[in-house]
């Protein structure tokens, strides 16, 4: 059995990938989501909630799970690719899902920086969720879920992601990180994003006709990608069994 573990992002927690857990797959694959620390798990206690501090703890799960393979939604690409840097990471493969390659990539993330308190963030960033999600039960379900998260670690980890993106490339530290597959819809990316795919060799498998969470409104595809996507890399076979 191949195991992938699940990360999501920025503000969501495992609940997204409930889906996959359901998914018809023509071989085993165990996908084990996890919460990381303020979305679902606890707060971390006496640091702040950074991308360096998230990383640890996915690296540790990764440890505990006996997997070299994640799958990173959004800003978790970014998690994941610190986390593979870290001395002696049995990551071996990041699956990044739609993650982030430009700074124009931190749609949500970002936004963190615009604002000196988690209240303040909270209290601007839910109503904006809110009416996108009037029409769209994707964004309401992810509102729901942001409702659930720690403030605090809601803002640092969006402020510590902005940082992050002025000071590096999201998607050249990605590759530089360890083997990646990019799974994605064009229509989700923006312009720019699209543009560094075109010029950077990223191995790619595209989803057709999926919102910015299709773990939630189409798990086949996702898991059937997925699938595609290990048998591409030489994981599908079972020799990533602990």
Known sequence: MTRVLCIAGFGDDSSMFDGLARANLPSQI?????????????????????????????DDACRKHRTQIILAHSVASIIASVAARREGSPIELILSLEGNLTPEDAYFSG??????????????????????GEDDPIIDRYRRVVERADP???????????????????????????????????DNLPAVSLQWLENNPIARLE????????????????????????????YADGSVEG
């Open 30 to 58: 165990d996908f084990i989501a996890i919460d990381l620390p303020g979305f679902g798990a606890p707060p971390l206690t006496g640091e702040p909630t950074t991308l360096a501090a998230v990383a640890k703890f996915v």
């Open 111 to 132: 936004k963190a920086a615009q604002y000196d308190t988690p209240t303040e963030f909270r209290d601007a960033f839910l109503p904006k969720l809110a009416k996108k």
């Open 152 to 186: 605090t670690a809601l803002w640092q980890l969006g402020r510590d992601a902005h940082r992050f993106s002025q000071e590096h490339e999201p998607g050249v530290h990605l590759m530089q990180s360890t083997r990646t597959v990019y799974l994605y819809n064009p």
């Open 207 to 234: 989803l057709t006709g999926v919102s910015h969470w299709p773990s939630v409104d189409n798990p086949d595809l996702l898991a059937t990608t997925i699938h595609s996507a290990l048998i591409q890399e030489g």
